[in-house]
């Protein structure tokens, strides 16, 4: 094996995304596809050295071979490596994106998420993708082809970290089949979508790490503090905030899958072992907040609620269709927050997440969209948290012309458009309601209170519940 010198560095991106860039297309079903990347204008003359693609693609070969040595598997073949151009990434992204989503289901998507303030308004998904991600990828692991595919010209001195993290992906594939534990049963929502990929992404970080520091005798487990290292090594941040503009946001979402999943793997591999990293694949997490609190997932599982909601179309909306329904989950809710608030008060305000749904409808012939969200929460203190941090994020948000009923309960304003929003906290819930017309508040608050709980442990052990204030 080579001898790795630079502790920890280089970065390596995941394709799917929703939160801002990278987790919007999650949602938009990206997750085949996972690639490394590296800072854009690399400067190849000032490299210690090069190599010919013959010899990188020799050298993946050994790297695979080290990697599953260290994991405890057996390697069932080798990695086809494809050298290729940006005109190549750029029409393999584009390609697979138009595949997935028709004209009208990627209008209705950037509807919901320039309401949820995730896109700015008019901006287009897929442009804004291959804009960010094409400046800087420098390979991807296509599990649909059983393909490594790399840039031409990537030839670094950081090749070995890029290829490691790849090639971990490309040996989780002949495991677990990663196409289809990403897809899972095509009825995942965001949060658990997210999730997933952070496992995927974590152990991707930690097995490449371990192979790192395997010659200084050291291993990911021993790390403190490895979140802030992997952070600071994940070049894709600097690119993403310069591209991207907020930190809060952007770059949170972005090394969401990096940073909180090898945490959540180190954890894992601490208290179980490598050789029962399998388990996670069979019972993966579920939920963000079990990926950034581990206590929630292992050793004792914490249920989580699945809310189920009425289409209101059928009811109070009549005049307007249903574009959009999802998940948030306490990432998302954190990140929603983060455009107007601090990274302290936006992670204390869904502290005491335990589920959520939230829709988007829209008539033919607006640009608006109006916004239902409910929320539950684990006890009455976390509901009347979040109901607070609420009220402050819409009063920034929010062109407020005046103030239908504010006090601990309920908060209710008209806008300045004409339109209303509206926050209700009762016992543990929060219904939440955004740019609804003038008249119709009453109605759609009432029928949003209609709703089913879920459990979120396994089918046989779910419970439905339902109620109303």
Known sequence: M????????????????NLTILIMLFCLGFSNTLFAVTPPNVDLDTLAYQKSEEEVAQEADEILAELAALRGIT????????????TFFSRYYLRHL???YSAPKKENYEAAFQALGLLKPGEDLFSSYLSVFLSVVQGLFDPETKTLFMLQGCHSRD???????????????????LKKFLAGNQDLNMDEQFARTSLVEGEAEGLSLDWRLQEEGRDFTRIEDIAPLVEQGNLFEKVGLKALGKKTVSANAINFPYVYGVTFFQHWVRLNGWKNVGQLYLH??????????????????IPFIKVKLADLSGGPLKQYRKIWENSLGEFGWQTIFRNYLGDEESAKAVTGW?????????????????LTSFLDFRDESSSKIFFKTAKH???KKDKILSWIRDDETISWAALSDGRESYLERFGKRVVWLEEIPQGLTPRVRASLWDFQRVSGVTAHQSETHSGSP
């Open 393 to 395: 994020f819409l009063g």
């Open 2 to 17: 080579r001898r790795v010198t630079v502790f920890f560095a280089g970065s390596h991106s995941t394709r799917n995304a």
């Open 354 to 370: 335990e589920g959520d749904t939230t829709q988007a409808y829209k008539k033919d012939k607006e640009s608006m969209c109006l």
């Open 98 to 100: 138009q595949e997935q």
């Open 75 to 86: 390697l069932k073949g080798k990695v086809k490596i494809v050298f290729a151009d940006k």
């Open 284 to 301: 993966p997490p579920q939920t963000t907040q079990q990926i950034m609190n581990s206590g929630y997932f292992f050793p004792r599982l």
């Open 159 to 177: 090749i070995e970290k890029v290829m490691a993290h790849e090639l971990v992906h490309a040996l989780q594939d002949q495991q677990f089949d």
